[in-house]
T-cell receptor, first 116, second 108 residues
């Protein structure tokens, strides 16, 4: 299984500011994803981070609010921009070694964000 | 939208088997069933997955019905540390789509 490191693990931010979350994997992976988990809720996919091209966003999520970078096969960042209290959530990075449906996906421990 | 239906909560006595059901009546022939769990404040943990046959690993067993419309995750000897939200996922894309899951509480 892949070892995923997310930084920071938690943060408290002022509204109107931005936070960049890093996701580092200990091996090269084909797929990287970003999820949001709002308080008391299940996980919602934000976007697929594509190496060398723009991320693919899910309905309800836009690049201006959640810019994503993926410079190589082991690293990605998610920025939460112009934050408001409604952005208070856990943000999780997920990776899969391949495209196939028979390939497990693994998750980082998440970044707990509180916006005040 | 999730293609699965799970009971919102279940209890299990410590040391007993925990049997968590999942309905996925619209599953297609090439779609895998995955199980994850999320212990409080942690990222989801992969448990097991299968296509048609029953599967077993060091954590759990997965029983898939012959028509593939439902499955059961079995934790053979539940411990207090197995208290978590368990997610059954029918994988239709490289990413995982989570439903509400089942909150399993293991009691002493």
């Amino acid at each position: 299984s892949a070892v995923i490191s997310q930084k920071p693990s938690r943060d408290i931010c002022q509204r109107g500011t931005s936070l960049t979350i890093q996701c580092q994997v200990d091996s090269q992976v084909t797929m990287m994803f970003w999820y949001r988990q709002q308080p008391g809720q299940s996980l919602t996919l934000i976007a697929t981070a594509n190496q060398g091209s723009e991320a693919t966003y899910e309905s309800g999520f836009v690049i201006d609010k959640f810019p994503i970078s993926r410079p190589n096969l082991t690293f990605s960042t998610l920025t939460v921009s112009n934050m408001s209290p409604e952005d208070s959530s856990i943000y999780l990075c997920s990776v899969a070694a391949g495209w196939g449906m028979n390939t497990e996906a693994f998750f980082g421990q998440g970044t707990r964000l509180t916006v005040v | 939208d999730a293609k699965t239906t799970q009971p919102p909560s279940m209890d299990c006595a410590e040391g007993r088997a925990a049997n968590l059901p999942c309905n996925h009546s619209t599953i297609s022939g090439n779609e895998y069933v995955y199980w994850y769990r999320q212990i409080h404040s942690q990222g989801p943990q992969y448990i097991i997955h299968g296509l048609k046959n029953n599967e077993t690993n060091e954590m759990a067993s997965l029983i898939i019905t012959e028509d593939r419309k439902s499955s059961t995750l079995i934790l053979p000897h539940a411990t207090l540390r197995d208290t978590a939200v368990y997610y059954c996922i029918v994988r239709v894309a490289p990413d995982m789509r989570f439903g509400a899951g089942t909150r399993l509480t293991v009691k002493p």
